[in-house]
Nanobody, 115 residues
């Protein structure tokens, strides 16, 4: 059974930082590309950052230079370090594991950026 469990969400002040984690089980983690998405209620789910099995990374223009994705294959975990947070980062953040046609999602973690 595949499980992706996100953690680390919560409330942060504008300009603050949060680090999200996603622990995977039931997959050969090192073979999967890993992605972070976010979704505001009533809107589509948008790709925030991705990291390939070869550790190549990419990030959406809106977060480049402020958000960093990384992975630890020994811990089957992917991270999203979020710095200089803005109120518009408020959303539910989802972890995604992708290998060909195989795509798995976590349950999401809420991030709220507010004073």
């Amino acid at each position: 059974q595949v499980q992706l469990v996100e953690s680390g969400g919560g409330l942060a002040q504008p300009g603050g930082s949060l680090t999200l984690s996603c622990a995977a089980s039931g997959i050969t983690f090192s073979r999967y590309g890993m992605n972070w998405y976010r979704q505001i209620p009533g809107t589509q789910r948008d790709l925030v950052a991705s990291i390939t099995r070869h550790v190549a990374t990419n990030a959406a223009d809106a977060v480049k230079g402020r958000f960093t994705i990384s992975r630890d294959n020994a811990k089957n975990t992917v991270y999203l370090q979020m710095n200089s947070l803005k109120p518009e980062a408020t959303a539910v953040y989802y972890c995604n594991a992708l290998l060909g046609l195989h795509s798995f999602w976590g349950q999401g973690t809420q991030v709220t950026v507010s004073t």
